[in-house]
């Protein structure tokens, strides 16, 4: 009975170290160390600073009425952005429109 009992508690540890999770192997985070920046002032004469004006920075910004993607692409799950391209074909074209390449004038080469 005591080498039955023996058995099944080794394929008991058995199985439950077979099935165990292993700990991740990670590299250690560096701590971010804070930096402290001065910054110096100067104070100028009272007859500078009567002459230095405020400049005031415009910034322009333009919105299109299309919305694109982070690669410059057309984004097309917008409804202004779903119409169809418009290629000129040189030569004949196919009745769906899209060119013959039949004929040498639609051709590359």
Do not use: C, H, W
Request: aromatic fraction near 4%.
């Amino acid at each position: 009975m005591k080498k039955l009992l023996s058995l099944i508690a080794i394929a008991a540890f058995g199985l439950s170290t077979a099935f165990a999770q292993t700990p991740a192997t990670t590299a250690p985070v560096k701590a971010k160390t804070a930096v402290k920046k001065e910054v110096k002032t100067t104070v100028a004469p009272a007859k500078a600073a009567t002459k230095m004006e405020a400049k005031k920075v415009e910034t322009k910004t333009t919105t299109t009425a299309s919305k694109m993607k982070a690669d410059g692409t057309p984004d097309m799950r917008f409804k202004e952005n779903k119409g169809k391209a418009v290629t000129k074909v040189a030569g004949p074209t196919k009745k769906d429109g899209t060119a013959d390449m039949r004929y040498k004038a639609n051709k590359k080469n």
